[in-house]
Structure formats: structure tokens, C-alpha cells
């Protein structure tokens, strides 16, 4: 009899076979026995852009979104799925339909604000420079694959080692393999004379564009006050990693683009004091046994334009577009 596979044991075997796609279909379902929906709908669509799509997988993809609380976009996958394999599994695919149709609307609005901003702002940045809902996208650093969720008519690639196994530092991937490659809050944790390489690995795997979106040490911002009061408040590791790393400079992206000889674009994203202040009602919220309150503060922040939640002058990340 096999012995039981490990979410670490699968883990490390997508490090060692990353493009895989069954290996990362298995993870899929670790993670949504998990109960980890948007790690597993990340895994499985890792899985079909490295080219392995049956149907059971997309039917496993649509119970993911279900869960994760997209129920319009399983239903799309379902409907889908139908007309590519007519006949397969009715009942249960019926049986999805159904729990599609009565499930409670999608909570994008009740999402950590801080994260909502963040991913719909780079999300629909992404589908202005290509013009399009269906390109290719490679995902450096993208955690749980939530950016994803906000893109589903992607072709989408996860590299982050804690769901899929694949490290930013050693791209599997072929040259070229992506219409664009971003990396989310991810190079302030590259250690600065490993920037330049980073950013280099990752244009190579891009055919035009290159996107950050990321927070950088701005003049007169107090960031790096903000982030050791709540280091000292909430012991964040996301905190202590920005502090022993150091924020990059801007000056960083502008010298980038002239040694390689690159146009570029950099524009304020969101609002440091309100992002400060969302991790401290997080924080206090749990610590006060009143979570069920978050969604309702949430769905506050996320009904403002996001024009008018981005402040030039305190941003709490810079969006950065290198195309060439």
C-alpha cells in the first residue's frame, strides 16, 4: 500500500520537477482538502498553462473558485466544461451547477482591504497595458495566487515556493514563456545587491512587459517608522523582512532601466497611512474577539475609487512598468 503523500513531500516534489503539471494538480488538491481554495485554483491553473487539462481538474478548479467565493466564475468554468466534455461526471458537475446558483455573492468587497487594493489596482493595471483579459502571466512571488482570482481568463503561472514550490530566485521556466511577468511586494525582500540579477531573471521570461508593484522608501513618508511601530504591535514577519532587507530606492528602478537600456513608467499606488492603519484594526480586531466585524469595515474601504484611496505623496507602494 503507497504511503501518504505529505503536502511537504509533494511540495518538494514540484521543487525538484517544476513543470510538472500533474505534481502541481496534486497540490491543488492538498490545498482544497486544506480547505486552502485560492492556493488550490492557483495550483490547478498552474497546472494547465504548463499544459495538462482534463476535465477532472477543471472541475476541481470550479470547486475551488466555488469555495473561495467566485460562484460566477465556476459557473463559467462549468458551462465550459460541458461544451468541451459533453456527458462527463453529470451528476456531480449538475450537482456543482446547483451549489453555484445558491451560493452567497462573490465577498470580493469584504476582502483585508489592504489586499483588495492591492490585487485589483495591479489587476487592472495588467489588462491596460495588454488590452486583454486572456494573456499570459507569470506570477513571481504571488503567495496563495490570489492576483489569480482577479484575472481568470489568465493563462496563469504561480511561482512562490509555500503553494507550489517554485522559487523566484530559480525561475524554472523558458525564456519568453510569459506576455508579462510581475512580482507583487516582492523585491524590498530581495536583498539589495541581488536586485539587478532578480530583476534581470525575471524580464527574461517576459516578451514585453515586466511589472512591480511594490512598496520603496519615499522621502518624507515615515515608512520605515510605520513599519517598526507595527512590528513592535503586531510582530508581522512581512515587517521584519522590510526593515532587515531595506526599503529600495526608487533611484533603483531608474538605473535599472538605463543599464539595460529599457523604457519604463512608475506611478503611486495607494495610501500608506490608510494601509497602516488597516493592519492595526486587523490586529486589534482578533486581539478583541471581534473579527466578524472586518468584513464590514472592509466593504467600506473597498466601495472608494481606488483614485481617490492613492496619495501621491504618502503612497504605500509604487506601481512600476519596464516594457521594451
Known amino acids: ?6 503536502m511537504q513531500d509533494v511540495l518538494d516534489r514540484a521543487a525538484a520537477a517544476p513543470l510538472d503539471p500533474a505534481t502541481h494538480a496534486r497540490l491543488g488538491d492538498l490545498w482544497l482538502d486544506r480547505k486552502q481554495p485560492v492556493r488550490a485554483a492557483a495550483c490547478y491553473r498552474t497546472a494547465a498553462a504548463l499544459g495538462e487539462v482534463p476535465p477532472e481538474m477543471v472541475m476541481m478548479l470550479a470547486l475551488a473558485e ?3 467565493g467566485r460562484p460566477a466564475l465556476a459557473a463559467d468554468r462549468l458551462r465550459t466544461l460541458k461544451e468541451q466534455a459533453p456527458g462527463f461526471m453529470d451528476a456531480q458537475v449538475s450537482e456543482l451547477e446547483n451549489r453555484c446558483r445558491t451560493a452567497a455573492a462573490p465577498p470580493v468587497e469584504d476582502t483585508d482591504h489592504n489586499r483588495h487594493f492591492r490585487m485589483s489596482t495591479l489587476a487592472a493595471f495588467l489588462r491596460r497595458i495588454t488590452g486583454s483579459e486572456t494573456f499570459e502571466l507569470l506570477d513571481v512571488g504571488g503567495g496563495d495566487g490570489l492576483l489569480g482570482m482577479y484575472l481568470p481568463g489568465t493563462s496563469y503561472l504561480l511561482a512562490e515556493p509555500a503553494t507550489n514550490g517554485i522559487r523566484g530566485e530559480d525561475l524554472p ?5 510569459a506576455d508579462v511577468v510581475c ?7 530581495v536583498p539589495a545587491p541581488d536586485r539587478f540579477g532578480f530583476l534581470d531573471s525575471l524580464r527574461a521570461r517576459a516578451r514585453g512587459h ?7 522608501a519615499v522621502p518624507g513618508s515615515r515608512a520605515e517608522t510605520g513599519m517598526r511601530l507595527v512590528l513592535d504591535v503586531t510582530g508581522a514577519e512581512w515587517a521584519r523582512e522590510h526593515l532587515e532587507c531595506g526599503l529600495p530606492e526608487v533611484a533603483v528602478v531608474e538605473e535599472y532601466a538605463r ?3 529599457l523604457e519604463y513608467a512608475i506611478a503611486p499606488n495607494g495610501d500608506l497611512p490608510v494601509a497602516f492603519l488597516c493592519s492595526l484594526v486587523n490586529h486589534y480586531a482578533r486581539r478583541a474577539g471581534r473579527a466578524e ?12 475609487e481606488p483614485d481617490l484611496m492613492t496619495n501621491p505623496r504618502q503612497p504605500t507602494a509604487m506601481l512600476v512598468h519596464f516594457s521594451w
Open 1 to 6: 500500500m503507497p504511503t501518504p503523500q505529505t
Open 66 to 68: 466555488l469555495e473561495a
Open 173 to 177: 521556466f523558458a525564456e519568453r514563456c
Open 183 to 189: 512580482a507583487c511586494h516582492v523585491l524590498e525582500h
Open 210 to 216: 515586466l511589472v512591480l508593484l511594490n512598496p520603496f
Open 259 to 261: 543599464a539595460r537600456g
Open 293 to 304: 466585524d472586518l468584513p464590514r469595515i472592509n466593504r467600506y474601504l473597498n466601495a472608494v
